[in-house]
């Protein structure tokens, strides 16, 4: 079952083309690596799924349905890169709002099991928001997005400001994720997150998708067997096409 289809994704503001004609999707069960420089129009994107930005032209559905209707984004988790939760609350009532916000109760049972999964110690729950660090808070946020049980989550960075036992947290958990048949859009700029936890890698560069398709396939397009070398020659090569 495909969880996340786009065709044609337009966005311009101003004379900057943001996003241009671009096509992906994400089935179910899937985890799919949105790579691209800075600037390159990743998280744009990401906010156009989530209906932040609105569209110029194309076509956007969430498990089939169109993405500007609001019953198709009760399917969808996103977390920012800049995740900044309400500093006046503590942990659990951050908690608590969240998922009261879906209609969903906050269980301490699940609640606790989340916690353990992202490494997170209980007493974040006692803890004022504005206390946190940085990667605490980016992991609070990912444990609401959790709790609320999606099917589809748009992930921005979501390494960003974590320590390492954080890093492998979340590198334990998104398999999980894939596992109960979510599928997961995951924007990064970590060439490892993408190589250990993907399944498939879209490259978006300068508002256009210059490559989709797998780890090897994007690796036999290329002189070097380095993700990284093959990532940046896809990008160079797209600067070669003309628009």
């Known amino acids: 079952m495909m969880i996340l289809a786009m065709t044609g994704v337009t966005?311009?503001?101003g004379s900057n083309h943001v996003l241009q004609d671009v096509a992906l999707h994400v089935a179910a069960g899937e985890i799919v690596a949105l790579l691209g420089l800075?600037?390159?129009?990743?998280?744009?994107?990401?906010?156009?799924?989530?209906?932040?930005?609105?569209?110029?032209?194309?076509?956007i559905e969430i498990v089939g349905v169109d993405h500007r209707i609001a019953g198709a984004r009760n399917h969808l988790a996103y977390l920012p890169e800049r995740?900044?939760?309400?500093?006046?609350?503590?942990?659990?009532?951050?908690?608590?709002?969240?998922?009261?916000?879906?209609?969903?109760r906050?269980?301490?049972?699940?609640?606790?099991?989340t916690l353990d999964e992202l490494h997170l110690s209980k007493t974040v729950l006692r803890a004022g928001l504005n206390t946190l660090s940085k990667g605490t808070g980016q992991?609070?946020?990912?444990?609401?997005?959790?709790?609320?049980g999606k099917r589809l989550y748009l992930l921005d960075e979501p390494t960003s400001g974590l320590d390492i036992v954080a890093r492998r947290q979340?590198?334990?958990?998104?398999?999980r994720l894939r596992a109960r048949g979510c599928?997961?859009?995951?924007a990064t700029h970590a060439l490892a997150d993408a190589s250990e936890l993907c399944d498939r890698l879209c490259v978006i560069h300068r508002g256009r998708l210059c490559f989709s398709g797998t780890i090897?396939?994007?690796l036999q397009a290329s002189a070097s067997p380095a993700l990284e070398v093959a990532f940046l020659e896809a990008v160079r090569r797209a600067d070669s096409i003309p628009h």
Do not use: Q, W
Not at 85 to 91: A, E, K, N, S, V
Not at 106 to 111: I, L, N, P, S
Not at 139 to 148: E, H, K, Q, T, V
């Open 170 to 175: 979340l590198r334990l958990l998104l398999p």
């Open 183 to 186: 599928g997961v859009l995951l």
């Open 139 to 148: 992991r609070l946020g990912l444990a609401a997005a959790l709790l609320a």
């Open 11 to 13: 966005k311009s503001i």
């Open 83 to 104: 995740f900044t939760p309400f500093r006046h609350l503590r942990g659990a009532e951050f908690l608590r709002y969240m998922l009261g916000l879906d209609g969903r």
């Open 38 to 59: 800075n600037g390159a129009g990743k998280t744009s994107l990401l906010k156009c799924v989530a209906d932040l930005i609105p569209l110029d032209d194309g076509r």
């Open 216 to 218: 090897e396939a994007l």
């Open 106 to 113: 906050c269980d301490a049972t699940a609640v606790a099991a």
